[in-house]
């Protein structure tokens, strides 16, 4: 390991067997918790390759618990954080809303690390019991439509990460990672991403696979469709930069947003958005993510997928979606 760090130190760059390995070995504890934690913070120095990325992404996906559920034809919604924005829980309202609109989502997800609230930590907050049992999480699909993947319970070999990243309390490689080792091989994504960059490599990965697939990042910081201002959009189709207005919504001011200090208020926040009670900003910022991911995973209009999200949302089904999933 001093050798790599000391060449990705110099700015050498790992090819894919190389970043695979590494992160095989990393998990098998073959490193000391210094050697980890240099290299887990190491991308924030330096820029990551797609072949490293590839890499990361292939030894986590070898390594993990897989859950087959083809014939669902799911779609997963997941951020990589990392954005500093300290949000409410964007994606994971939205993936309510969509599950609400007919549209069967697996969700993967994990406690925050840069940030307050994670999906996992608001989801335990209600009383989810995680599992990575078959049975139930097909039961979770079949009766609220949607399945929350805890991601230490597909990711066991990374218990030895794990309280690393909480240590260090920064977003390393792993929040780029995230959402792109969803342990159920989804066909179908809507990926939130903390910059351009990222973007870009994401979209390269993807296009390297049979998967439909849209990449979002806010010009301005945000890895989700924020409404703050324009954003960037990468699809199977095109590429191309929208701004609020064009998909019918308000730009919002970056408060507007604001998550809460600790996980008790983001649930507040989280459940007045399901109950009707949303301010017109959170309302839309979710709407407008979910919408997009109706889009991708329905093969709807842009607009089609947005009026979906409204009724979804406004109609009450996201809410009975959320307490499905608690009740299974």
Known sequence: MKEVLNNLFEYKSLDKQQAKQILINLAKGEYNRSQVAAFLTVYLMRSITVEELEGFRDAMLELCIPLEIDDYEAIDLCGTGGDGKDTFNISTLSSFIVAGAGQKVAKHGNNG??????????????????TNEKDKLLESLDKAGICFL?????????KNVAPIRKELGVKTFFNMLGPIVNPSF??????????????????????????????????????????????????NENEKVLFPGELGFQTWPREALWGGKTVEESAKIFMKVLQGEGTEAQNQVVTANAGLALHCGMSVSMQEGIEAAKESLHSGKALQTFK?????
């Open 186 to 235: 989804p066909k179908k994504q809507l990926v939130g991403v903390f910059n351009l960059e990222l973007a870009r490599l994401y979209g390269y990965l993807h296009q390297k696979t049979d998967k439909r697939y849209i990449v979002l990042h806010s010009l301005d910081g945000y890895d989700e469709v924020s409404l703050t201002g324009p954003f960037k959009m990468l699809s």
């Open 113 to 130: 690390v840069s940030s307050v609230c994670g999906s996992s930590n608001l989801l335990a907050h209600f009383g989810y019991q995680f």
């Open 150 to 158: 805890h991601a230490p319970l597909f990711h066991p070999a990374m």
């Open 324 to 328: 499905k999933l608690l009740e299974v």
